[in-house]
T-cell receptor
């Protein structure tokens, strides 16, 4: 069955430091992969997406993600975090032609000043 | 502004009461979904629809009903509320035929069942 795993429930980084959030998926067909961000009390905002082509995709707010088929991973990165990046981040895989999404458990990011 | 509109934003129900969470989108999206978000569990799919008149169950459908009479609206009905249905509910929509388009989410409904 399809699933998404985000191994890190909570990550704390210092402002200005680099960031990598991990995401592993299990899906037999070509995956449509997404990263969403949720600020406290808000809905989800799409950060970036991957379907095919270049395995390194750029998103909004300076985020990027790299698709590695051999590792079934789609890790999110940012070279230098800002205090405003504190939020919860969700990785998701679109299945059945993206008729529905399967989400990971989420990673809560805290930024130290 | 175009997007997904959910009402109400907050609701408190007593056990056994029924209610309908409303969801409307004005982007002419064919696909619509309902998710519930619980701490440590991410978002779990309740029901989804690929077009007017077509609905299907997701991962956690028990205790919820849906219908899709128009492209724009996708209400979620709680038939007899239970404390286990205390959660934040999100509605989302996307275009059919463009799998990498990405879903647009509403701002959520926070439901408490006492």
């Amino acid at each position: 069955a399809q699933s998404v795993t985000q191994p890190d429930i909570h990550i704390t980084v210092s402002e200005g430091a680099s960031l990598e959030l991990r995401c592993n998926y299990s899906y037999g067909a070509t995956p449509y992969l997404f990263w969403y961000v949720q600020s406290p009390g808000q809905g989800l905002q799409l950060l970036l997406k991957y379907f095919s082509g270049d395995t390194l995709v750029q998103g909004i707010k300076g985020f990027e993600a790299e698709f590695k088929r051999s590792q079934s991973s789609f890790n999110l990165r940012k070279p230098s975090v800002h205090w405003s990046d504190a939020a919860e981040y969700f990785c998701a895989v679109g299945i059945q032609g993206a008729q529905k999404l399967v989400f990971g458990q989420g990673t809560r990011l805290t930024i130290n000043p | 502004n175009a997007g997904v509109t959910q009402t109400p934003k907050f609701q408190v129900l007593k056990t056994g009461q029924s209610m309908t969470l409303q969801c409307a989108q004005d982007m002419n999206h064919e696909y619509m979904s309902w998710y519930r978000q619980d701490p440590g569990m991410g978002l779990r799919l309740i029901h989804y629809s690929v077009g007017a008149g077509i609905t299907d169950q997701g991962e956690v459908p028990n205790g919820y009903n849906v219908s899709r009479s128009t492209t724009e609206d996708f209400p979620l009905r709680l038939l007899s509320a239970a404390p286990s249905q205390t959660s934040v509910y999100f509605c989302a929509s996307t275009k059919a035929g463009t799998p990498n388009y990405g879903y647009t989410f509403g701002s959520g409904t926070r439901l408490t069942v006492v």
